[in-house]
Structure formats: C-alpha cells, structure tokens
C-alpha cells in the first residue's frame, strides 16, 4: 500500500495550457481590421468632398462623373502630417469654350487647410482629333471638311476657290500657348499630294496674296471656363490628342483664385 501511494503522488500534474497570447492576436486583427475600414470610410468621404469641389469650380453638368483617387497611404496617416501627398482627380468629355475633351488633374503636397498653398498642381486636358473642328481657320471661299493629326501638326482638310476653280487644300497648324491663349499658326499647305511651307507660299509670287489670309494665327481663349489660379503652359499634338497642359502649383485650394474664373481678353 506504501508503494503504491508513492508512486501515485510521484506522477506529474497536468499543465494547463495559456490561452492569452491567442486572445491578444485576435484583440491586434480586430484593432487592424477596424483601423483600415475607419481609413476607408475617411478616404471615401475626402475623395466624395474633393469630387464635389471640382464640380463646382469647372461647372461640370450634373450626373457626369468626377473620378477622384488619393494616393500615398493610409489617409489617416497623412493627414496626421496635415496634407494629402497625391490626389489625382479626372473628368471625361469636358466642354472649355469651343473644345470637349478629357480632364487630368494631379496635385502633390495638398494641405487639409484649403486656404494654404498646394505644393505642385498641374492640368491636362486632351482633345480628341474629331473635337478639333473649333480651330479650323474661319475664312471666306475655304470650305473644312475634316480635322486630322499628323505628326506635330493639326490638319485642317477642305477646298478653296482659286479663279473659279475649287482645289483640295490642307492647312497645317501648329499648336502652341502665348499669354494664356491656345495658338494655332499655320505652319504648311497641302495642295494634292504636295506639301509646302507656309514661309514658301507666303514667297511664292502668285500664291502668296491669295493664301495670305489662310496664313494667319489663330488664338482660342479657355480661360473664362477654367479657375483663374491656371495657367497654361504648353499646348501639343500627342499621338492621337492635342493635350494642353495647365499649371496651378503654389496656390490654395480654397482661395479665391479657385472660385473665380479666368478672363479673356476682348
């Protein structure tokens, strides 16, 4: 009996196993999962308020779609640094004066205080070939019967009447920005399948007075459609598009320079 009690009490007593380190991951997964659907919640409404401001400051028609999307992060995160660090921000079929085209805009180092500076902003605004009819050169006895791209030029194709006759003409315009304004000098004729300079047809002594009003630039103003903080910069043919591209960097989201429009001169 001795034996058997001794060897009894000599067994080890079962250890129970620690359930605290299980408990507390869970605890950590449900603070992360709550962390990023706050993160989410914030991000929708910043980018629902952001779409919001720039409807109403491009008059954009109710029901079109602005896509707006901010980058670098966790939101939560930056705005604890007291900015966005990117929002990129588009709008697609976009009216500005006599153009329809689509709208980018990104915006770097923007402060959650609207009234502070934006550190870079800049705008691109792409046309389509089949929008470009509004810079056709508007002059008397030339007909335009189509709008193309070609290389670095914007091809105005139609006919013109030359001593009771009508002749295929193309006139190729090069696109550029002066003082806030989309220029479009012509900058070659096309007659048939021949290309010519228009510094040779202005020399030419029988063609240079007749095409003497074709040659003329054009400038197209689209600032009264925009906020008067941008300014354009550059104006090209790329690939298929003429994208002119606009600068707003430096200035404040909610100044007055975004609530108010730009002004043409007369």
Do not use: H, N
């Amino acid at each position: 009996m001795t034996t058997t009690a001794a060897s009894s009490s000599s067994q080890p007593t079962p250890r129970r196993r620690r359930v605290w380190p299980w408990v507390l991951l869970v605890i950590v997964v449900a603070l992360v999962a709550a962390g990023f659907a706050v993160d989410a919640l914030v991000r929708s409404l910043a980018e629902r308020a952001i779409a919001d401001r720039v409807a109403a400051a491009l008059d954009v028609p109710a029901g079109t779609p602005v896509d707006v999307a901010i980058g670098g992060g966790p939101v939560l995160v930056q705005a604890a640094t007291g900015s966005l660090d990117r929002v990129d921000i588009g709008v697609d079929d976009l009216a500005l004066g006599p153009l329809t085209g689509d709208l980018a805009i990104v915006a770097q180092g923007v402060p959650l205080d609207t009234e502070a500076a934006t550190r870079e902003l800049t705008v691109d605004y792409a046309v389509p070939a089949t929008a470009l009819a509004a810079v056709a050169p508007e002059t008397s006895g030339v007909t335009i019967d189509s709008v193309t791209l070609d290389g670095a030029e914007i091809v105005a194709d139609g006919s013109i009447a030359i001593f009771g006759r009508s002749l295929e003409l193309g006139i190729g315009l090069t696109p550029s920005a002066s003082e806030g304004d989309l220029v479009f000098t012509p900058s070659s004729i096309r007659i048939g399948e021949e290309t010519v300079s228009a510094d040779d047809v202005r020399d030419d002594p029988v063609l240079g007075g007749v095409a003497d009003a074709l040659l003329q630039p054009r400038a197209m103003c689209i600032a009264d459609a925009l906020p008067a903080a941008l300014t354009l910069t550059r104006v090209a043919v790329e690939g298929d598009e003429l994208v002119a591209t606009l600068d707003g960097s430096g200035a404040a989201l909610g100044g007055s320079a975004f609530q108010q429009k730009g002004t043409c001169a007369v």
